[in-house]
C-alpha cells in the first residue's frame, strides 16, 4: 500500500494512526528485536519531541512523522551524531530535488529561506562502548497553511505546501525520504563519513558567520565546519577553536 522502492529501508513498516511518539514506539520495537532498517510512521503524535525536550506539533495530515531504527557494527555511542546530519544531508538532497534552497542548521534543523521545515531528533541505545541501536525520528511539516502552524514558531517554521505553493501527498514524500536516506546510509557506511561532512559542510546555515552559541552559556563563536565524529568546530573571539558535542546554536 505505501508503494515504498527501497531495497531495505521501511521494509519492516508499522503505521500508526495516532501515537505518543514514534520515538517511544521505535525504541519499544528496537527493545522488542525490530530490524535494522524498521521504520514507524505515524497519522498524527500526542506527544511528539523535538531536541532539548521541546515540543514537536504532529498533527493528522499535516505532516510526516516516522523513526527509523538502525543498528550499526561497532559504532562508538560519540559518533551517534554521524547519524544525524546523514539523515539531514539525505533529507536535504531530496528537498532540492522539489527545487527547494535547502540550508542545515547544525546538528538537525532543515531550513528553507531561514524557516525551519524539518527536524530530526536521533536517540540511541548503548552498552560498553558500542551502540546497540539508533533511532533516528523525522519530523517534516508538508500542508500547514502559515495559519495551522503553532503560534509559537509561525515567524520560524515553514512547510512544502508554503514553499511549493500547493498541498503535497504525504505518502510520496515519504517514499522519495526513504529512498534518499537509504542511498546515504549506505554511502555512510561503504564511503565513510569523509563524504557527508564534506556534503554537510556545503549546505551549512551560516557557516563562517558569527553566531550566538548556547552551551552552559551563550557566546559568540563563528562556526568553521564539522569534526570527523560529527561534532560541530567553532572559534571564539580570541581565534580559539572548540569542539562542540552539544551545543545550540540561536536564531
Ligand atoms: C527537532 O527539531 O528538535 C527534532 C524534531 C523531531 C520530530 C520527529 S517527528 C517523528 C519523531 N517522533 C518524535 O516524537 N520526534 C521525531
Known amino acids: 500500500q505505501w508503494g515504498l522502492n527501497t531495497e531495505w529501508l521501511g521494509h519492516q513498516l508499522v503505521y500508526e494512526p495516532t501515537v505518543t511518539s514514534t520515538q517511544i514506539v521505535g525504541h519499544d520495537m528496537a527493545r522488542d528485536g525490530a530490524p535494522h532498517g524498521s521504520v514507524v510512521v505515524a497519522g498524527e503524535q500526542t506527544a511528539g519531541r523535538g531536541r532539548m525536550k521541546r515540543y514537536w506539533d504532529s498533527k493528522e495530515g499535516y505532516g510526516l512523522w516516522f523513526s527509523s531504527i538502525f543498528r ?17 544531508v539525505a533529507i536535504a538532497e531530496y528537498l532540492e530535488g522539489l527545487g527547494l534552497d535547502v540550508k542545515i542548521k547544525w546538528p538537525n534543523d532543515i531550513f528553507i529561506k531561514g524557516l525551519k521545515l524539518s ?7 548503548a552498552e560498553h562502548d558500542s551502540v ?3 533511532i533516528v525520528g523525522i519530523g517534516l511539516n508538508v500542508n500547514h497553511d502559515i495559519r495551522d502552524l503553532h503560534e509559537s514558531v509561525q515567524h520560524k517554521a ?29 554511502t555512510f557506511i561503504s564511503e565513510g563519513f569523509k563524504h557527508i561532512k ?28 564539522i ?12 581565534d580559539k577553536q572548540h569542539v562542540l558535542y552539544s551545543a545550540e546554536i540561536l536564531w
Open 158 to 186: 515553514t512547510s512544502l505546501r508554503i514553499e511549493l505553493g500547493e498541498e503535497q501527498n504525504i505518502n510520496d514524500v515519504f517514499q522519495g525520504l526513504l529512498l534518499h536516506l537509504e542511498r546515504k546510509y549506505d
Open 72 to 88: 550499526p557494527k561497532n559504532l562508538a555511542p560519540k559518533k551517534a551524531t554521524q547519524f544525524t546530519l546523514v539523515a539531514a
Open 132 to 134: 546497540e541501536y539508533i
Open 119 to 125: 527536524g530530526i531528533l536521533t536517540e540511541m541505545q
Open 198 to 225: 564534506s556534503e554537510w559542510e556545503s549546505k551549512a546555515y551560516r557557516m563562517n558567520e558569527w553566531l550566538d552559541v548556547r552551551t552552559n552559556t551563550t557566546w559568540k563563536a563563528k562556526l568553521i565546519g
Open 227 to 238: 569534526h570527523e565524529d560529527g561534532a560541530m568546530v567553532v572559534k571564539d573571539k580570541d
